[in-house]
C-alpha cells in the first residue's frame, strides 16, 4: 500500500510539472523597438516623423508608433506609442515606448519649421517591414 501511495504521489508531481511547463508558452517579445533606415539619399527636409503604418494605402491608416528624427544618411529613432492612432499623431518623449510586433509600412513625413506634420509622406517603404526584434535596420532602397 506504501508503494501505491509513493508512485501516485509521484505521478501527480511529474503531472504538475509536465503542465506547468506546457501552459507556459513562448514569451512575447516586449522590448521597445527601434527603427533604423541605412543609405538616404535626396531627402532635403532636416527633420522628419517616421511613423508605422498597418492600412495598404494612406487613405485607410492607423499609425500605432511614430518617432521623431533628424534625416541624414542614416537615421535611427526610438518608437513610441501614437495618442491617437486612427486620427493623427500625438506623442512625445514621455509617451510609452512601443513594444509591439507586426508587420507595417515604414512612413516618412516632413516636420516644417513651425513643428507642424504634413501628412504628405516624403517616401513609404515599397512593401511592409517585419517588425519583431528591438531594432529593425531598413534600407532606403526599400522606399518608394
Not at 538616404?40 to 492600412?55: H, M, R
Not at 518617432?67 to 529613432?77: E, I, K
Not at 526610438?78 to 508587420?103: A, H, R, V
Amino acid at each position: 500500500m506504501k508503494n501505491h501511495i509513493k508512485f501516485f504521489g509521484i505521478v501527480a508531481i511529474m503531472a504538475v510539472i509536465g503542465l506547468s511547463m506546457v501552459s507556459c508558452g513562448e514569451k512575447e517579445n516586449t522590448d521597445p523597438k527601434r527603427i533604423t533606415i541605412t543609405g538616404i539619399t535626396g531627402v532635403s527636409s532636416p527633420s522628419v516623423i517616421v511613423a508605422l503604418s498597418v492600412g495598404n494605402t494612406m487613405v485607410n491608416y492607423n499609425l500605432p508608433a511614430a518617432g521623431r528624427a533628424t534625416v541624414s544618411g542614416t537615421v535611427s529613432v526610438q518608437l513610441k506609442e501614437n495618442g491617437k492612432p486612427t486620427t493623427g499623431i500625438s506623442f512625445g518623449s514621455s509617451s510609452p515606448d512601443w513594444t509591439g510586433t507586426g508587420e507595417y509600412y515604414i512612413v516618412l513625413f516632413p516636420i516644417d519649421s513651425n513643428n507642424n506634420i504634413s501628412f504628405t509622406p516624403i517616401a513609404v517603404t515599397k512593401t511592409k517591414v517585419n517588425i519583431s526584434q528591438a531594432t529593425t535596420t531598413v534600407a532606403w532602397s526599400q522606399f518608394q
